[in-house]
Every structure is written in C-alpha cells, then in structure tokens.
C-alpha cells in the first residue's frame, strides 16, 4: 500500500480568503493522486485526477478556477480552495493511485468557512 | 450507466451477531473490485481488492466475495469497534483510473 499524509487536518477561515491543502505521499512515488470532497453522511465525491507533471483533470461541475490543483513532484499535491465561500466548507480527502489501481487515501482535511 | 448501489444504508447489529453488506454494480467493464472502511472525521482504509468472480479475501472478522454482479462483505461475530462506514468502489476496464464509489453502509456493532 501506500501511506498519505494531508495538512492541515482542520482549518477555519473566512469568507473570500483562499486556502492550501497539501497532500503528500510518503512512501510511493505517486504519478496519480485525487481529490475528493465528502459532505455529512454522504460518500466520496471526486473532484479531480492530478497527475504529476500536467494539468489536473476535473469532473463535471467542478470549477477548475476555483480549486487549483498542483502536482509537482511525485510525492506532493496541492489543493488551493480560492476565494472560499461557507458553501465550500466540506471534508477534503485526497488519495493516491498505484499500479494494482488500488487507492490509498489521506486522513482529510476538514474546512471551515466562516 | 456504470453504477454501484450498496445495501443496506445502516445496518444495526448485536455484538457477535454475523452479517453480510452487500455492492451490486452493473458496469461496462470490471477491473477491480474494492473495499473501504472509514471511521468518521477520518479518511477510507483500503481493506481488500477482488479481480475475478469467484475470489474470496479474508482479514480478521471480514470476508469478501465477488461475483459477476455482485460482492459481499461478510462480518463474523462483530465487535462495537467493527462499527464504521464501509465503501465499496469499483474500478472500471478503461485506459486510466476510473473509480465509482457506492454510497456506503454504515454499520453500527452494539456491546
């Protein structure tokens, strides 16, 4: 498997203000990573595929503007929530993809727009 | 439409009392099955991969089979620290990743 790491693990912050969530692998050289937000009660909902060295690929419906997502290197991807709104308060979880196709997620993030 | 449907949603059970959690899917094409616990606040657990109908996986109380339709996760004797959401995912025979998750059954172990 493959051991993940997010930071922070909460944060809290205020409306129009952007924040960064880091996801890092620490044992796997992740070529693919994603990100999912996860609403109360609800399952996994896929936002975006990050591969290392190229743009994102988002899901239909996210906006791309919005969450900026960076994969520089092979053990690290960035989530950037821009300009947050309350309804962008969720539970951010990012995972990572390995050759067997299995996924191995982070703890998650949970965000707080106030 | 490729989909997973999990049964029950919650499913309530006494401590040592067995079990089973069902994942249907009708998908164009299967690569591999998986399994997923998550406790809440926290992220999924991987638990198990099934490839081909007919495999089986065990890990302590858990059991896992696959059919062509379906899987099931059998409980055995389930302990309160047993409770959690567990997931099932499936990822589809196509030229990258692409993964369905089900909506999960919560399972709730009582001492």
């Known amino acids: 498997g493959a051991v993940v790491s997010q930071h922070p693990s909460w944060v809290i912050c205020k409306s129009g203000t952007s924040v960064k969530i880091e996801c890092r692998s620490l044992d796997f050289q992740a070529t693919t990573m994603f990100w999912y937000r996860q609403f109360p009660k609800q399952s996994l909902m896929l936002m975006a595929t990050s591969n290392e060295g190229s743009k994102a690929t988002y899901e239909q419906g996210v906006e791309k503007d919005k969450f900026l997502i960076n994969h520089a290197s092979l053990t690290l991807s960035t989530l950037t929530v821009t300009s947050a709104h309350p309804e962008d308060s969720s539970f951010y979880i990012c995972?990572?993809?390995?050759?067997?196709?299995?996924?191995?997620f982070g703890p998650g993030t949970r965000l707080t727009v106030t | 439409e490729d989909q997973v449907t999990q049964s029950p949603e919650a499913l309530r059970l006494q401590e040592g009392e067995s079990s089973s959690l069902n994942c249907s899917y009708t998908?164009?094409?299967?690569?591999?099955l998986f399994w997923y616990r998550q406790d809440p606040g926290k992220g999924p657990e991987f638990l198990f991969t099934?490839?081909?109908a007919g495999e089986e996986k065990e890990k302590e109380r858990l059991k896992a089979t696959l059919t062509k339709k379906e899987s099931f996760l059998h409980i055995t004797a389930p302990k309160p620290e047993d409770s959690a959401t567990y997931l099932c995912?499936?990822?589809?025979?196509?030229?990258?990743?692409?993964?369905?998750f089900g909506a999960g059954t919560r399972l709730f172990v009582k001492a």
């Open positions: 995972s990572v993809g390995t050759g067997a196709y299995e996924q191995y």
């Open positions: 998908v164009s094409g299967l690569r591999g």
């Open positions: 099934l490839y081909s």
């Open positions: 995912a499936v990822e589809l025979n196509t030229g990258g990743f692409k993964t369905i």
